[in-house]
C-alpha cells in the first residue's frame, strides 16, 4: 500500500482533523489535537440507563444506574427495542403504596405483588453488573415483540441518540486500512469502524429497525372497529382530524377494553394516545383536550355518517403515502480508482468485479414482462430502461438495485443523464469502489463529487486485494457516510471493517441498506418533504366535508 505523504490527485491524500471536524468541542482522550471527539452510540449501558430511568429502578451513587453508566458493550440499542423497552403495558407492575415505581415484574422473574417485595427485588437488581442487567433486559425484548405506538413521546424523551461525525479518529492513521470514504463536506457523519464492536455479535442481533413506521394506526386500529371522526380548524393549527374508538368489548369475555384509543393528524402533530373507556360518550372530547392542551381553545365538529367513509378512505390514502415502504431501491454506482468527476463514473461499464458482487448481493432478473417490484424501471417489451438488472429478498423486504453500468448507455450524452435520473432519485446509493488491478495506489471517495441533493446514504465497498490473495476468498470493505440530520443505524461496522464473502456479509450489507434509508428519512429534507404531502392531504379532506 502507498504510504506517500503527499499523493498526487485522485491518490488517497490524508485528511484528518480539519475535514471531519465534529461540532463538539471536546478533546479525545489520548487522540491527536484538532481530532474530531469519540462521540459513544446508544449501546449497553444505554439500554440499561433508559430502562431504569423509565421504570424509577436507579439510585444514584455506587452500585446505581450512574455509577455503571460507563461501562459494559457498545451494542446499538435499535428503535424496535426502545418500543418493547418502554412499553408499559407489556412491562408493568403492580405498587401497593403507588408512590414509588417498584420495577418490572418479568424482569425480576416473577409478581411484584406489594411494595416490600419490590423494594427487595429493586435492591437485588441494583447489585447486579451492567452486563447481567442487559442480559435481562434483551431476554423480556426478545420475548416480546409487541409495539406500542402512544409512548412515542416517551421514547423521544427518554434517550436522546447522539450524532457524531467520526468516532474513531485513529482509524484515519491506520496504515494497514486507510479509509474508504473521506467527505470534504464537515457535516457528514462517518462510519469507518469500531474496534470495540464483534462481527459475531452483529449478526446476533441483525434486524430490521424502525418496523413501527409500517404501520397504518388508523386503518390498523379504526377502520374496522366503531369509531367517531372529528374535525377542526384554526390559522395556527390548520386543519385537525381526530379518530376516536368507541368502548369496545372482549368478544369472549365482554369485558370493555381499558382504554380508548385515539388518534389526531395534523400538519405539525401526528399522536396515538388512550382515554380511559370509562369516559362517558359526552366527555370524550374533553378527555382528549385536557390530554392534549395544545388543541383545546378547537371547536371540533362531528364529521357526519355519510361523509365519513370517504374522509376515512383519505386518511388510509394518506397513511399509505407517507409509510414507509417494504420495497426499496438502491443505487449501484462503479467508481475506479482515481476518478473524481461523476460523468466519469457513470460512464463506466461493467466489470467482472463489480459483476461479482452484484450476483452476491441478489440475483440478475430480466426486465421485460417482470411481475415484482421494479423499482421505476421499465418491464415492457422495449426495456427502454435496460434489459436487467439485480434484485433480491430479505425479511419480507424486496430490493431492487439500480446499476449504473446496467442502465442504457448513450455514447453522445456526456453526463449520461439517463443512468443519473435513476441513481439521483435513490436515497441510498452504494459506490463500488474499484482499484486499478495493477496499481498500488489506493483511494477514497469523497460524496460531494456527486452532484445530488436527494442522496443521503453513501455505502463505500471496495474489493480487498491483499485479504483475497492471502485466503483465496473474495474479501470486501466497507465504510458509510451519510448527510447530517441522519439518525444512527445498524449494524454497527466492526474495525477493521473487512469481510470474507459469505451469507454472512449479505445479511449485515443488506440490513444494514434497508436501515439506512429508514434513517436517512428522519432527516429535515425528507421530514419537510413528508409535511407538505400531509398539508395537501389534509387540506383536501377538508374540502370532502
Known amino acids: 500500500m502507498a504510504t506517500d505523504p503527499s499523493p498526487t490527485k485522485g491518490a488517497r491524500r490524508s485528511r484528518s482533523g480539519s475535514i ?33 430511568k423509565t421504570y424509577g429502578l436507579s439510585k444514584p451513587g455506587p452500585g446505581g444506574a450512574a455509577a455503571t453508566a460507563e461501562d459494559g458493550g457498545r451494542t446499538r440499542l435499535s428503535k424496535q427495542e426502545l418500543d418493547m423497552l418502554l412499553s408499559k403495558e ?44 442487559e442480559r435481562r433486559i434483551r431476554s423480556i425484548m426478545e420475548r416480546r415483540n409487541s409495539m ?45 469502524g469500531d474496534p470495540e464492536t464483534r462481527f ?13 413506521v409500517e404501520v397504518l394506526p388508523f386503518r390498523d386500529w379504526f377502520l374496522n372497529q366503531p369509531h367517531v371522526l372529528y374535525v377542526a380548524t384554526d ?61 383545546a381553545s378547537l371547536k371540533f365538529s362531528k364529521v357526519k355518517s355519510q361523509k365519513a367513509a370517504s374522509l376515512a378512505a383519505k386518511i388510509v390514502e394518506m397513511e399509505e403515502m407517507m409509510t414507509i415502504k417494504r420495497t426499496v431501491k438502491f443505487g449501484v454506482l ?28 441478489g440475483t440478475k432478473i430480466e426486465l421485460s414482462g417482470w411481475t415484482g417490484f421494479a423499482g421505476g424501471l421499465d418491464t415492457s417489451a422495449e426495456c427502454r430502461t435496460g434489459k436487467s438488472t439485480y434484485y433480491t429478498e ?41 482499484e486499478d488491478a495493477n496499481s498500488d495506489v489506493e483511494h477514497f471517495f469523497d460524496p460531494s463529487w456527486l452532484h445530488t441533493g436527494f442522496t443521503h446514504v453513501f455505502f463505500v465497498v471496495s474489493p480487498d486485494r491483499e485479504m483475497t490473495k492471502k485466503t483465496g476468498v473474495t474479501h470486501y470493505r466497507l465504510a458509510v ?3 447530517s440530520g441522519t439518525t444512527p443505524f445498524g449494524p454497527r461496522i466492526p474495525a477493521p471493517a473487512v469481510f470474507p464473502k459469505g451469507p454472512e456479509l449479505r445479511s449485515f450489507f443488506l440490513t444494514k441498506l434497508i436501515n439506512s434509508e429508514r434513517a436517512a428519512l428522519t432527516a429535515p429534507a425528507f421530514q419537510a418533504r413528508l409535511q407538505k404531502v400531509k398539508e395537501t392531504y389534509l387540506s383536501t379532506m377538508f374540502k370532502l366535508l
Open 334 to 361: 462503479l467508481c475506479k480508482g482515481g476518478q473524481e468527476d461523476e460523468n466519469k463514473m457513470f460512464q463506466n461499464s461493467m466489470t467482472p468485479a463489480l459483476e461479482e458482487f452484484l450476483e452476491f448481493m
Open 148 to 192: 406500542k405506538f402512544d409512548l412515542e413521546k416517551l421514547l423521544d424523551e427518554s434517550i436522546p441518540i447522539p450524532k457524531t461525525i467520526l468516532e474513531y479518529p485513529e482509524l484515519l492513521k491506520d496504515p494497514m486500512h486507510p479509509p474508504l470514504v473521506l467527505p470534504s463536506d464537515q457535516n457528514m457523519l462517518v462510519e469507518l
Open 90 to 133: 407489556t412491562l408493568r407492575v403492580r405498587s401497593t403504596k403507588g408512590k414509588k415505581k417498584s420495577g418490572v415484574q418479568e424482569l425480576f422473574g416473577g409478581e411484584v405483588t406489594n411494595y416490600g417485595n419490590a423494594e427487595n427485588q429493586l435492591q437485588n437488581w441494583q447489585q447486579l453488573d451492567i452486563a447481567k442487567k
Open 200 to 212: 459475531d455479535d452483529q449478526l446476533s442481533f441483525l434486524h430490521i429497525e424502525k418496523r413501527d
Open 20 to 52: 471531519l471536524q465534529s461540532k463538539s468541542s471536546d478533546a479525545v482522550p489520548g487522540g491527536a489535537k484538532g481530532a474530531p471527539p469519540a462521540t459513544k452510540l446508544v449501546g449497553a449501558s444505554d439500554l440499561v440507563l433508559a430502562f431504569e
Open 481 to 483: 457516510a451519510c448527510h
Open 394 to 434: 430479505i425479511d419480507e423486504f424486496k430490493l431492487l438495485f439500480h446499476v449504473s453500468t446496467m442502465l442504457p448507455y448513450f455514447p453522445l450524452d456526456e453526463q449520461q443523464l439517463e443512468r443519473k435520473r435513476h441513481l439521483g432519485n435513490d436515497i441510498v446509493c452504494v459506490i463500488f469502489l474499484e
Open 235 to 295: 390559522s395556527v393549527a390548520g386543519p385537525v382530524v381526530l379518530a376516536i374508538q368507541r368502548q369496545k368489548k372482549d368478544k369472549v369475555t365482554g369485558a370493555i377494553a381499558e382504554n380508548c384509543r385515539v388518534l389526531v393528524r395534523s400538519k405539525d402533530v401526528d399522536e396515538w394516545l388512550f382515554i380511559p373507556s370509562q369516559t362517558k360518550s359526552g366527555e370524550l372530547l374533553d378527555a382528549f383536550k385536557k390530554a392534549m392542551p395544545a388543541f
